[in-house]
């Protein structure tokens, strides 16, 4: 073999094993955590002027996931649009959205995050939580007839 094959083949076997060590740390140190599973646990319908609770489970990993980054409910009716965010202000944050109405979730239990609402029109209402850990954001929708 000349002395150019034998350096070219030293570097190959080199970045193989670099990339392979690589790889192994990412998943020994949680680089790269499993995705979020979020449950939106809503009631179908609501009376009016009567609290509800409005829940999300929160699951990584086949655990629960406790202490989420941030908790967040936003709820509109149907008719009208929930508030667009303009490119210019980039993504939404939680402070954003609470500035917006969103209403925090309290941790009740362990993945169980939870907040209490009370419909005062009668109407169908669009609830959607915003779930962020870490760079995972999740925006599960559900509706709810409020009479």
């Not at 999300?56 to 406790?66: A, S």
């Not at 362990?110 to 669009?126: K, L, N, S």
């Amino acid at each position: 073999m000349s002395g150019q094959v034998r350096w070219f083949m030293s570097l190959i076997i080199l970045v193989v094993l670099t990339v392979a060590c690589s790889n192994q740390e990412q998943a020994q140190t949680g680089e790269m955590p499993e995705m979020i599973k979020v449950e939106l646990m809503v009631p179908d319908k609501a009376s009016l002027h009567k609290p509800v609770s409005l829940k999300v489970k929160l699951m990584q990993g086949g655990n629960p996931l406790i202490h989420a980054d941030h908790v967040q409910f936003q709820i509109w009716n149907n008719l009208e649009d929930p508030p667009e965010v303009s490119p210019e202000l980039g993504m939404m944050t939680a402070e954003k959205l609470e500035e917006q109405g969103a209403l925090k979730a309290s941790e009740t239990d362990e993945g169980i995050y939870q907040v209490e609402y009370t419909f005062e029109e009668p109407g169908t209402y669009v609830v959607q939580a915003h779930v962020t850990h870490g760079a995972m954001h999740s925006m599960p929708r559900a509706t709810v007839e409020a009479k």
